[in-house]
T-cell receptor, first 114, second 114 residues
Framework: AQSVTQPDIHITVSEGASLELRCNYS??????LFWYVQSPGQGLQLLLK??????LVQGIKGFEAEFKRSQSSFNLRKPSVHWSDAAEYFC????????????FGTGTRLKVLA | DAGVIQSPRHEVTEMGQEVTLRCKPI?????LFWYRQTMMRGLELLIY????????DSGMPEDRFSAKMPNASFSTLKIQPSEPRDSAVYFC????????????FGSGTQLSVL
């Protein structure tokens, strides 16, 4: 079955610390992978996406993610977290031509300590 | 570009009442999605339109839910009659292409059915 798992519901980090949010997927076809961020009271905003090529992708706001096919993972990272990064982060997977359905993970809520 | 515009931002209604949620997609986008977000189920795709035509409504939970897209710049999601279990945040999203495109989300409608 197709699925996306974000094992961490909540993560708390100190400002300036590094961050890694985990995402594992199960998908029969070649996955197209996304990370979205949702600030309180707002809709989701795309941080980055991976379709093919270099497995390390750069996104907005200093985020990056690495696709590891062998581990079925697409973890999101940031070397130094800012207080404004506090939000909820969603991993999503879609796949292939003709596919419009995106499967979203349940999200990871990030809290940043000053 | 004003982004995807949803109204109202908040809706409080009583069980049994009709609720209509509205969405204006980004101009030029030909795909429109309605999602529902709850704590228990995360983000669920309700219905997908392409070029104003409903392509997939398999996510619509019951006959009480209906959606229309009379033109490229407007869509509605209607719940009649509403029930407390319909309480959720409803998001509209649009994208430029058909598949694996970046989704642009509106700010959502927080629906509370008492």
């Amino acid at each position: 079955a197709q699925s996306v798992t974000q094992p961490d519901i909540h993560i708390t980090v100190s400002e300036g610390a590094s961050l890694e949010l985990r995402c594992n997927y199960s998908y029969g076809a070649t996955p197209y992978l996304f990370w979205y961020v949702q600030s309180p009271g707002q809709g989701l905003q795309l941080l980055l996406k991976y379709f093919s090529g270099d497995t390390l992708v750069q996104g907005i706001k200093g985020f990056e993610a690495e696709f590891k096919r062998s581990q079925s993972s697409f973890n999101l990272r940031k070397p130094s977290v800012h207080w404004s990064d506090a939000a909820e982060y969603f991993c999503a997977v879609g796949g292939g031509s003709g596919t419009y359905k995106y499967i979203f993970g349940t999200g990871t809520r990030l809290k940043v300590l000053a | 570009d004003a982004g995807v515009i949803q109204s109202p931002r908040h809706e409080v209604t009583e069980m049994g009442q009709e609720v209509t949620l509205r969405c204006k997609p980004i101009s030029g986008h030909n795909s429109l999605f309605w999602y529902r977000q709850t704590m228990m189920r995360g983000l669920e795709l309700l219905i997908y339109f392409n070029n104003n035509v409903p392509i997939d409504d398999s996510g619509m939970p019951e006959d009480r839910f209906s959606a229309k897209m009379p033109n490229a710049s407007f869509s509605t999601l209607k719940i009649q009659p509403s029930e407390p279990r319909d309480s959720a945040v409803y998001f509209c999203a649009s994208s430029l292409g058909v598949t694996n495109e970046k989704l642009f989300f509106g700010s959502g409608t927080q629906l509370s059915v008492l």
